[in-house]
């Protein structure tokens, strides 16, 4: 499996209101001719981005999110019509993505592009790499894209594919945004990640290495 992706600041910095109504991603589509494509449909993982659950920014209102309403979001993760998990996170005015990639050995991983900060060109975006499981733990994170400058702005758009071995490895390559001075030191211009998964005694045991081209 291998999709592409424009860094999504462009959809979700700029013209998104996409998590305000929620936006769902499938796993890799199953072939119906298979004999188990009626089974692997009704189990396929998928995500939805919402605004936070009810009741909680007011339980929480001096910490969570730092008091503004419009940044608690929910992630839930199903697997069919069974919710495994709502995972409670952060992002600038409410403005988030997330999708589901699921590797050659059928394991699948979620992607969450979130935003952190507030103030024009002050945002800086972030992807989130989780495996599917109950009490999420954060796997690995990349920025995705800062403000460089007064307008300037650097972004990664990224890539990931799912090689026959197993795993996924997501690639990262810098763009520029926007003429201007810049003021910080940029990101390495292409950049990978590797997520994989090995199994030992049933169990599956995740490793990742970061490497820069």
Same mark, same amino acid.
């Given at each position: 499996?291998?999709?592409?992706?424009?860094?999504? #600041?462009?959809? +979700? /910095? +700029?013209?998104?209101?996409?998590?305000?109504?929620?936006?769902? %991603?499938?796993? !890799?589509?199953?072939?119906?001719?298979?004999?188990?494509?009626?089974? !692997?449909? =009704?189990?396929?993982? =998928?995500?939805?981005? $919402?605004? @936070?659950?009810?009741?909680? &920014?007011?339980?929480?209102?001096? $910490?969570?999110?730092? @008091? /503004?309403?419009?940044?608690?979001? $929910?992630?839930?993760?199903?697997?069919?019509?069974? $919710? &495994?998990?709502?995972?409670? %996170?952060?992002?600038?005015?409410?403005?988030?993505?997330?999708?589901?990639?699921?590797?050659?050995?059928?394991?699948?991983?979620?992607? &969450?592009? %979130? @935003?952190?900060?507030?103030?024009?060109?002050?945002?800086?975006?972030?992807?989130?790499? /989780?495996?599917?499981?109950?009490?999420?733990?954060?796997?690995?994170?990349? *920025?995705?894209?800062?403000? !460089? @400058?007064?307008?300037?702005?650097?972004?990664?758009?990224?890539?990931?594919? #799912?090689?026959?071995?197993?795993? +996924?490895?997501?690639? /990262?390559?810098?763009?520029?945004?926007?003429?201007? *001075?810049?003021?910080?030191?940029?990101?390495?211009? +292409?950049?990978?990640?590797?997520?994989?998964?090995?199994?030992?005694?049933?169990?599956?045991? %995740?490793?990742? =290495?970061?490497?820069?081209?």
């Amino acid at each position: 499996m291998k999709i592409k992706g424009r860094s999504v #600041s462009r959809i +979700i /910095f +700029i013209a998104m209101s996409t998590a305000k109504i929620g936006v769902v %991603f499938a796993a !890799a589509p199953v072939d119906p001719s298979s004999a188990n494509a009626s089974t !692997a449909a =009704t189990n396929v993982v =998928t995500v939805k981005v $919402t605004p @936070g659950l009810t009741g909680r &920014l007011k339980a929480m209102e001096s $910490t969570f999110c730092g @008091g /503004f309403a419009d940044d608690d979001m $929910t992630l839930i993760v199903s697997e069919g019509s069974k $919710t &495994l998990e709502e995972h409670p %996170f952060c992002s600038s005015y409410g403005k988030a993505t997330a999708n589901v990639v699921t590797d050659a050995h059928g394991v699948s991983y979620i992607l &969450l592009d %979130f @935003g952190v900060g507030r103030g024009t060109n002050a945002v800086t975006e972030y992807l989130d790499v /989780f495996p599917v499981e109950k009490n999420m733990v954060e796997y690995a994170q990349m *920025p995705l894209s800062e403000g !460089a @400058g007064p307008v300037s702005r650097w972004y990664y758009d990224y890539e990931v594919v #799912s090689p026959p071995s197993g795993g +996924i490895v997501v690639t /990262f390559n810098l763009r520029i945004y926007r003429d201007g *001075p810049i003021w910080i030191t940029l990101p390495e211009k +292409i950049r990978s990640i590797c997520i994989g998964t090995t199994h030992q005694n049933g169990a599956v045991v %995740f490793r990742s =290495t970061d490497r820069v081209f």
